[in-house]
């Protein structure tokens, strides 16, 4: 079994900065994509950074500039620094990671943590 476990939300003033921890853990054979999504009260979970295993990264474009997500695969952790923070990236912050497990290799199967508030304050 795989168990990602998330850290670093809280409360903060426009224009500061959060960041947010997630590591993983469990019976891990490799960790392909790994990313960060987020659900507003009353909205969808969208989509705000993910990276690959080659550190290609993606960002929604309302947090490209002003979020910066990264890995260390010694770890097993993703972050997600966010500065400039403002009240509409108030949210639960939730991470994934792409996993082939040792007993499945050769498949990949998506986990998730069980999520960070992060509220901004105007």
């Known amino acids: 079994q795989v168990q990602l476990v998330e850290s670093g939300g809280g409360l903060v003033q426009f224009g500061g900065s959060l960041r947010l921890s997630c590591a993983a853990s469990g019976s891990i054979f490799s960790i392909n994509v790994m990313g960060w999504y987020r659900q507003a009260a009353g909205k969808e979970r969208d989509l705000v950074a993910r990276?690959?295993?080659?550190?290609?990264?993606y960002y929604t474009g309302s947090v490209k500039g002003r979020f910066t997500i990264s890995r260390d695969d010694a770890k097993k952790t993703v972050y997600l620094q966010m500065n400039s923070l403002k009240p509409e990236d108030t949210a639960i912050y939730y991470c994934y990671a792409d996993v082939s497990t040792i007993t499945a290799q050769t498949t990949s199967f998506r986990y998730w943590g069980q999520g960070t508030q992060v509220t901004v304050s105007s």
């Open positions: 990276i690959t295993s080659t550190n290609s990264t």
